[in-house]
């Protein structure tokens, strides 16, 4: 797929790649409220276009990845709407037939995260993004609504799933891959080690694609 990417916006890689075959066996209806949440270059938008959805709705902190996915949905004419700002504050008291998250969720890093470091930085246990995500998301899908999301096995898939049906969603683990570390990880692997994340060798990680899904009837 080709997208137009500003520097210091996040490329599409393995976790995007994986969240849209996902998608693509995931059945879903056309005509759906969709939201990408935390889109950089709007990858998971322009993938969403193929089921045909009802209206589109993405969102990003990162203003060049607003401009980015603007541009890259505006020349494939897909109509979705691209709102720059925290993701749960902008569609708070929305809600949608379709959510897909590709979040920050590598962990190691206490400090709040800025500029690109936005992209991926979630906290020490890589859950701070995703503790939000998952108690935003059941407020945020519509009865018989979808959630789609991926992230490292590093961040605790399980917790997540736990999460997801504390909220009232049917929550499983629907998608795995093993994928080489990006420079990212590379990066951490020393701090990693030390949190007794990964062994010293290690340098591929899990990746887990989870799918949760609001009961259509209460
Ligand atoms: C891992 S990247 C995924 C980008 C794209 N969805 C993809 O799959 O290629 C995570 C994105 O979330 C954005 N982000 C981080 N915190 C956010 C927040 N609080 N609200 C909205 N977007 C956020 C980052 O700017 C980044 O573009």
Same mark, same amino acid.
């Given at each position: ?23 693509? /066996? ?5 005509? %759906? ?11 998971? /938008? ?17 203003? &060049?990845?607003?401009?980015?996915? &603007? ?5 494939? &004419? ?13 569609? %708070? ?21 800025? !500029? ?15 503790? &939000? ?18 992230? /490292?096995?590093? /961040? ?11 909220? !009232? ?50």
């Amino acid at each position: 797929m080709w997208l137009t990417r500003p520097p210091g916006v996040y490329p599409p890689q393995h976790d995007t790649w994986l969240l849209v075959e996902a998608l693509a /066996s995931a059945a879903v209806s056309p005509g %759906a409220d969709v939201l990408d949440v935390g889109c950089g270059t709007g990858a998971l /938008s322009v993938a969403a276009a193929s089921i045909k959805p009802r209206a589109i709705t993405a969102v990003d902190v990162s203003r &060049r990845a607003v401009m980015a996915a &603007r541009l890259n949905t505006f020349l494939r &004419r897909i109509p979705a709407r691209v709102l720059c700002g925290d993701a749960f504050e902008r569609v %708070a008291g929305r809600t949608f037939d379709l959510i897909l998250a590709n979040p920050p969720y590598v962990p190691g890093v206490a400090a709040r995260p800025r !500029g690109r470091n936005r992209a991926w930085d979630a906290g020490v246990d890589g859950r701070e993004f995703l503790d &939000r995500l998952c108690a935003n998301v059941p407020m945020l899908l519509a009865p018989g609504g979808t959630l789609l999301l991926v992230h /490292s096995g590093l /961040s605790d898939g399980d917790k997540t799933v736990a999460q997801l049906q504390g909220g !009232g969603l049917k929550a499983a683990v629907v998608g795995r891959a093993e994928v080489p570390f990006g420079p990212v990880m590379r990066g951490r692997r020393q701090r990693l080690i030390e949190l007794g994340l990964i062994e010293p060798r290690q340098n591929t990680e899990e990746l887990v694609v989870i799918r949760g899904d609001r009961p259509a009837t209460p």
